[in-house]
Every structure is written in C-alpha cells, then in structure tokens.
C-alpha cells in the first residue's frame, strides 16, 4: 500500500486459495479448486468527503479433478469503478463493475446505495444492486451432458432499511427483494446442476450487536420466502427462517470467538 500524493493512495493485494471436495456418497465431483487474484485498487480524494475509487483485477481459476473432466482453467478481468461521499446528513455509494471471463463472456453490474441520517443515532438506508455469476467447476462438473450447457447466473436486489446506534450497540432492521435469472441449483431427484429459471425472494432481516461481558453479541435472524417463479415451488434447500448468534473477545492479538446457526 502505498500513497502517491496526499490525493491519490494504492494498494496491491496478492493471494491464492485452495479448495478440496470430496463426498463420500459419489453424487458430487471430486477434485480441488485452486484460485489466484491480483488486485489493484486506487482512491483518489477529490474533495472533503467525497472520493473516487478505481480497481483492477485478475484472477485464474484452475480446477483438478480425478477423472478428469478436460477443463480449462478460467481467467477472470474485472474493471471496477466506484464514487463514495457524505454531505451533511447523506452519504451515497455507486459503483460500476464489468468483468470478461474466458468461458462465459462479457458482464457487466452496478451497486447504489443512499443512507440518511435522522439523528446522530438513526439512520436510513437503501440500495439497488445487480450481479453476475459465473458457474463454478463443481457445477459444471456436476451438470447434465445431455441439456444445454449451464448458463451464468443474473441477478437483481433491493433493500430498504433503519438502523440505530449508540455507543457499542448497532441494530439494523432490513426488507429486502431479489429476482434470480438462470439461477444455477443443485436437483436433488436428477443429481446434476440445473439452471432453474426465474426465481425470486423477499423478507426481512434483522440483527443485533451489543457488547456483553468481557466480549460483543452478535444476533442475526432472516426471515424470507424464496420462490421458483417458473414452477411456483419454493426454493429446494433454502430455510424460510434463519438465525445465528456469535460471540467473540478479545485478548491482546488474538480474537477468540464461537458461532451457531
């Protein structure tokens, strides 16, 4: 990380992860997913409150699988661009995405987001999002050879929210709304990766962190009515209510924490 000027700052980030899957029961592809990512990311600090930010990424994803199915590795170029400020009681966030990859195209995607403040304590915020997922190789490794060949999943997504703090007590209550294009789900009846079609979800989420004792609570609960809009069924595998509780300390370097859901 560096700064170039008292405006302009950058970061490089360099990783690479590893994944291995393994099912017992024979239905899932086996194999380990390697995956390395360059980034670049620039701020640049127009005026008080307001900057521009600009981020470039790589990425090459390989996986390796017994047998192997063939696949060629995929490389990912991704150009993001976003605008981030604060004017008395709002602030705004918008930001421009467009990725190519190797095996399924051009995509392009945006975020917007508004919050206003009420009061010191309380606080407004919405936003309006769309995304792009490619099929991973544990899906299409997993897909039926004789259907059409997975397509990449599309979506939209609305949230509408109020939010409290005060010291080191945050809540958030959200209403939320997303429509899924080409949704890519695993049929348990055929065991291959399928695209479902359209599908759909909406609800509310809540969550809570407060401190407690020597450490801070953590309560989330969502509830929620996701939908198959092309069959009216809803979603295979997804709860309609879930919650997660988490709590976690502190001490000198190290955080020690414990999560249930």
Do not use: C, M
């Amino acid at each position: 990380e560096n700064a170039w000027s008292p405006v302009w700052s950058s970061k490089v980030d360099l990783s690479e992860n590893t994944e291995r899957f393994s099912d017992a029961t024979g239905y899932i592809k086996e194999g380990k997913n390697r995956s390395a990512q360059l980034l670049w990311d620039n701020t640049v600090k127009l005026v008080p409150g307001q900057s521009l930010q600009l981020g470039l990424e790589h990425r090459r994803i390989r996986f390796d699988d017994n047998p192997s199915t063939g696949y060629r590795p995929r490389r990912v170029n991704a150009v993001r661009l976003g605008y981030v400020g604060q004017q008395g009681s709002f602030n705004w966030q918008a930001n421009l995405r467009r990725d190519r990859t190797s095996d399924f195209g051009d995509a392009s995607s945006y975020y917007l987001g508004l919050g206003y403040a009420l009061s010191p304590q309380v606080k407004l915020i919405g936003s309006a999002s769309t995304a792009f997922n490619a099929p991973s190789f544990i899906d299409l490794a997993s897909q039926d050879p004789t259907l059409p060949p997975l397509k990449a999943e599309r979506a939209s997504n609305r949230e509408l929210g109020i939010q409290y703090s005060a010291g080191g007590l945050l809540t958030r209550a959200t209403v939320f709304t997303n429509h899924q294009r080409d949704r890519i789900e695993y049929d348990l009846v055929s065991n291959f990766s399928v695209n479902a079609g359209r599908a759909s979800n909406k609800g509310l989420e809540l969550s809570l962190n407060a401190p407690v004792g020597p450490g801070l609570l953590g309560v989330d609960a969502t509830f929620q009515d996701p939908v198959n809009d092309t069959t009216g069924d809803s979603l295979k595998r997804r709860a309609r209510t879930n919650l997660a509780l988490n709590y976690s300390v502190d001490l000198g370097l190290w955080q020690f924490g414990a999560y249930l859901k």
